[in-house]
């Protein structure tokens, strides 16, 4: 089952404009992930933010996370095409053990950028 | 060195027969997960590998299985296709288990 939803479901912008994707999750985390998917084949991970952080910052790219409100933000600035793809948050669930690679993603969020 | 590679890429089967889709991953990951995408949907976990152990399973059928094997590669099987398995199917696999590395997926059609 997916673990929860990410909002906007479709974002559409122009270049060079910043792009806010946002992503709610219904248990307790060790960590929150995003990932990029290019036309439907395999995803690029892009940002990981522990339970116990706030913020992070990767080039371009700003993620928030509120444990208290069980959500997260991903912040892409200044936008190029080629940043058209689909986004997805996913989440390491708190439980036993080390999770090896189980992650739940969210439903995603298609961002198009036009140049 | 090559990133996680999946085979075949594209794969066509009827209902009710049997399929079995290959992952390598990145040399040195001994952790390998398989992924269920449904168009317009995020991937959905089915299970799990380390040291050729499964660690978890996600909420599907017993005609799902899935084995790893001494070098680390991965089979995963699904028995008595029907027509809501096709999707993509994506391996992943990891060094230490958070960052996941994905490979470009066999698009499964059951027709």
């Known amino acids: 089952s997916q673990q929860g939803e990410e909002d906007p479901q479709a974002l559409s912008i122009q270049e060079g404009e910043n792009a806010t994707m946002n992503c709610s999750y219904k248990?307790?985390?060790?960590?929150l992930q995003w990932y990029r998917q290019n036309s439907g084949r395999g995803l690029v991970h892009l940002i990981l933010?522990?339970?116990?952080?706030r913020e992070k910052h990767s080039g371009r790219l700003r993620v928030t996370l509120d444990t208290s409100k069980k959500s997260s933000s991903l912040l892409i600035t200044a936008s190029r095409a080629a940043d058209t793809a689909s986004y997805f948050c996913?989440?390491?669930?708190?439980?036993?053990?080390?999770?090896?690679?189980?992650?739940?993603f969210g439903q995603g969020t298609i961002l198009t950028v036009h140049p | 060195d090559a990133g996680v590679t999946q085979s075949p890429t594209h794969l066509i089967k009827t209902r009710g027969q049997h399929v079995t889709l290959r992952c390598s991953p990145i040399?040195?990951?001994?952790?390998v997960s398989w992924y269920q995408q449904v168009l317009g949907q995020g991937p959905q976990f089915i299970f799990q590998?380390?040291?050729?152990?499964?660690?978890g399973r996600g909420n599907f059928p017993d005609r799902f299985s899935a084995r790893q094997f001494p070098n680390y590669s991965s089979e995963l099987n699904v028995n008595a296709l029907l027509l809501g398995d096709s999707a993509l199917y994506l391996c992943?696999?990891?060094?230490?288990?958070?960052?996941?590395?994905f490979g470009s997926g066999t698009q499964l059609s059951v027709l």
């Open positions: 992943a696999s990891s060094l230490q288990g958070e960052k996941l590395f």
């Open positions: 248990t307790s985390i060790n960590n």
């Open positions: 933010i522990r339970s116990n952080e």
């Open positions: 996913a989440t390491d669930e708190k439980g036993g053990g080390t999770s090896y690679g189980k992650l739940t």
């Open positions: 040399s040195g990951h001994k952790s």
């Open positions: 590998y380390y040291e050729k152990e499964e660690r």
